[in-house]
């Protein structure tokens, strides 16, 4: 099975992109998490959706289309999401409905330096991915607080609470698409 690991987050150091790697080492065997850089992504322009899309929105639809679940990790930025995350979103929702994201199962997780940052984000991305159809794991959030202090400098996760908290939750997403039969 491969999962396809998107980060809202561009920057290097980013706690998100490492939880996703975090998350990627404990899906289990026979599972593959794929991180998809959204960097090459241009803004959305309907201009330019056509029949030949900016490729780096081909790679992106077929990276998506030949996975069987997608796991975000996005960081709240003022309240939401980052734009980077909505604009691929944005890309990825054609056509409306019948996308490749239109029934295709998907986990959240959030990195943030407070306390509740992300859980905002999260219920803004739960908002959008219900306009592509896309099915999210119905579970509490996944925050991961104050990453500021819960990674080391290699972007190791010394936090063992919070360790011990996405072990559960990879488990419980991973049966859940299992179930969905994607
Ligand atoms: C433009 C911007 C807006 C932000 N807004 C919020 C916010 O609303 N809530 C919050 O908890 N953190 C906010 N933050 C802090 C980010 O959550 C924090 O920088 C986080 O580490 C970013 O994720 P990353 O490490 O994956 O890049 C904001 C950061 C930026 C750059």
């Known amino acids: 099975m491969k999962v396809l690991g998107i980060s809202g987050s561009l920057r290097a150091g980013s706690y998100n992109g490492a939880l996703l790697r975090i998350a990627g080492q404990r899906l289990g065997d026979g599972i593959r998490l794929e991180i998809h850089d959204l960097s090459a992504i241009p803004l959305y322009d309907a201009s330019l959706d056509g029949e030949v899309k900016p490729e780096p929105v081909r ?8 996975s069987q679940a997608l796991l975000f990790a996005t960081p709240e930025y003022n309240y939401s999401i980052p734009g980077v995350l909505k604009n691929a979103i944005d890309w990825a929702s054609r056509p409306a409905y019948a996308s490749v994201l239109a029934n295709r199962p998907a986990g959240i997780l959030s990195a943030s330096m407070s306390a509740v940052g ?28 104050m990453a500021q202090n819960a990674f080391d400098d290699q972007g190791v996760l010394q936090d063992e609470a919070a360790l011990a908290r996405l072990e559960p939750y990879l488990r419980g997403f991973l049966d859940w698409v299992i179930a969905h039969g994607r």
């Open 59 to 66: 790679t992106l639809l077929e990276a998506i289309a030949s």
């Open 118 to 145: 992300g859980a905002r984000a999260q219920a803004h991305l739960r908002d959008v991915l219900a306009a592509t159809l896309t099915p999210v794991y119905p579970s509490p959030d996944f925050l991961l607080p």
